[in-house]
């Protein structure tokens, strides 16, 4: 008896913590015409961001746990051409074993404002300036017609298919960048740079991983690429006209492109010219070799 008793007792148990855990699911519409602006700010959670054709912001949160809005006070509005999504805590303490996910549709001209404390962020099939920050997540950024500011302080960065200037910065992790028709300012603090396909000016910059860059045929921005931890890896346009600056403390440089070489050739320092000269390419390793190729 005593342990049927106790086994019932498990079972009820059991089942709370279930009950506590089962999915959630919120849903909300606001209004918002082509060409306004999406912001939602919340202390957890993953966002995704689809841009349609249909005017208006559907939203969908889901979750694990079906306490939800008690944990989190949510507030939707939208006036004066911006809609606004937030998600506060209710405690100081942090809930356990919480999934929080935000699925969000808005119309495809829509600038985008997110914030997030902890998740990835993905945005897709948008036309406007496009600010995405997250605490602790990838970003994730496709097919967008329009400048991007991405900042995360731990994990990858990836865009693709997008059109305009890209400012992209992460503390711990690597960015990846999948034609660009625009100009690059990239910053990790933990992790490779890949670029592929780039049109504008280049500044890359990491602390810890290689650099890998191919830029697009006619480009001859210049820029800086600069890494603390590895290699640099750079195709250019061999029709571009460009100055080089390449220098290395840890590696040796070399040139598949018909460069006119300036001053004391070294192994490890080059300065010369491609083409008829232009804006300055800087090259800079602490900890590995620099090549020059061919696009």
């Known amino acids: 008896m005593k342990i049927t008793r106790l086994s019932l007792l498990i079972v009820a148990l059991m089942s709370l913590s279930v009950m506590a855990r089962a999915d959630s699911h919120i849903e909300r519409t606001l209004a918002l015409a082509s060409g306004g602006e999406f912001v939602l700010v919340s202390d957890a959670g993953s966002v995704s961001v689809t841009g349609s054709s249909v005017s208006g912001v559907r939203i969908v ?41 935000f699925d969000v549709k808005v119309p495809e001209r829509t600038r985008l404002s997110i914030r997030t404390g902890g998740g990835s962020v993905e945005i897709s099939s948008l036309q406007g300036e496009q600010h995405v920050y997250t605490s602790g997540g990838l970003i994730d950024a496709s ?50 740079i890949r670029i592929n396909g780039l049109t504008g000016r280049v500044s ?34 061999p029709r571009a006209n460009l100055n080089i600056d390449a220098a290395t403390s840890g590696g040796s440089i070399s040139s598949d492109l018909p460069l006119r070489v300036q001053g004391k050739i070294s192994s490890s320092s080059l300065h010369g010219t491609l083409g008829s000269g232009g804006p300055t390419l800087l090259l800079r390793a602490s900890g590995g070799s620099i090549r020059i190729t061919s696009s």
């Open 143 to 192: 097919d967008v017609r329009g400048n991007v500011l991405a900042r995360t302080s731990g994990g990858a960065i990836h865009i693709r298919g997008v059109t305009g200037d890209a400012d992209l910065g992460t503390s711990g992790g690597s960015i990846r960048v999948n034609s660009l028709n625009g100009s690059l300012e990239a910053r990790t603090s933990g992790g490779p």
């Open 61 to 101: 949160v889901t979750s694990n746990r079906n306490d939800l809005e008690s944990l989190f006070n949510f507030d939707f509005e939208a006036s004066d051409g911006v809609a606004r999504v937030t998600a506060r805590k209710k405690f100081f303490h942090w809930p356990s074993h919480l999934n929080l996910k």
């Open 204 to 237: 890359a910059h990491t602390s810890g991983g290689s650099i890998q860059a191919m830029l697009t045929r006619g480009d001859s921005q210049g820029g800086e690429l600069e890494t603390s931890g590895g290699s640099i890896r750079v195709s250019l346009d």
